[in-house]
């Protein structure tokens, strides 16, 4: 059963998906929602509360979902590529199921950092790079070549990961399987280079 607090989440990840976060306003928002500005801030306790919530629900979950394709220890030592494929997969499988948020995510990575959206991403956006930075700290223990470029290889990763995500959501792509097992292959073809 949907909730007026989930009603409000689904109109402003539609809202700032489809304009952004600065440009949608709180009457809009409630208007949309068919509630009043003292509900709103009843749940949110602000526009960037709000975003907040979304974020923890949304970024927290695709955060996750990235760390769960990206365990690289364990069971998976040695296997780099299918990390790697996993996770790339994850980013676009995250995007196929809620474009709308996929669209907030990029938004909000570039946004200026002195921006309240940035300011609310940005634990968010750290936890990513963490997750993406600590699979080529792992892989670097077997491929000593990579020793000490974590954090460009994961910035990497993250750009390419993006990009197709970009693409798709633009309607100009629709990678399979195929495609990113190429783009994979592509990219580690780089790094060990």
Same mark, same amino acid.
């Given at each position: 059963?949907?909730?007026?607090?989930?009603?409000?989440?689904?109109?402003?990840?539609?809202?700032?998906?489809?304009?952004?976060?600065?440009?949608?306003?709180?009457?809009?928002?409630?208007?949309?929602?068919?509630?009043?500005?003292?509900?709103?801030?009843?749940?949110?306790?602000?526009?960037?509360?709000?975003?907040?919530? =979304?974020?923890?629900?949304?970024?927290?979950?695709?955060?996750?979902?990235?760390?769960?394709?990206?365990?690289?220890?364990?069971?998976?030592?040695?296997?780099?590529?299918?990390?790697?494929?996993?996770?790339?997969?994850?980013?676009?499988?995250?995007?196929?199921?809620?474009?709308?948020?996929?669209?907030?995510? =990029?938004?909000?990575?570039?946004?200026?950092?002195?921006?309240?959206?940035?300011?609310?991403?940005?634990?968010? =956006?750290?936890?990513?790079?963490?997750?993406?930075?600590?699979?080529?700290?792992?892989?670097?223990?077997?491929?000593?070549?990579?020793?000490?470029?974590?954090?460009?290889?994961?910035?990497?990763?993250?750009?390419?990961?993006?990009?197709?995500?970009?693409?798709?959501?633009?309607?100009? =792509?629709?990678?399979?399987?195929?495609?990113?097992?190429?783009?994979?292959?592509?990219?580690?073809?780089?790094?060990?280079?």
């Amino acid at each position: 059963m949907e909730t007026t607090r989930d009603r409000i989440l689904e109109v402003a990840a539609a809202a700032f998906a489809a304009r952004g976060y600065e440009a949608v306003g709180v009457q809009e928002l409630c208007d949309s929602s068919g509630i009043t500005k003292p509900t709103l801030y009843y749940h949110f306790g602000s526009k960037a509360g709000l975003l907040a919530a =979304l974020f923890e629900g949304r970024f927290g979950g695709f955060n996750g979902r990235v760390a769960a394709a990206a365990a690289y220890p364990g069971n998976r030592r040695g296997d780099l590529a299918g990390v790697l494929l996993s996770t790339i997969g994850a980013f676009v499988d995250a995007a196929r199921d809620d474009p709308d948020f996929a669209r907030i995510r =990029l938004s909000s990575a570039f946004c200026p950092p002195s921006s309240e959206r940035y300011r609310v991403a940005r634990p968010y =956006l750290e936890a990513l790079y963490a997750t993406i930075a600590a699979v080529f700290e792992a892989a670097a223990l077997e491929h000593g070549n990579m020793a000490g470029r974590a954090t460009p290889y994961a910035a990497s990763f993250i750009g390419a990961a993006d990009a197709y995500v970009s693409l798709f959501l633009a309607g100009d =792509l629709d990678p399979d399987e195929g495609f990113l097992r190429r783009a994979v292959h592509y990219y580690m073809h780089g790094i060990f280079s």
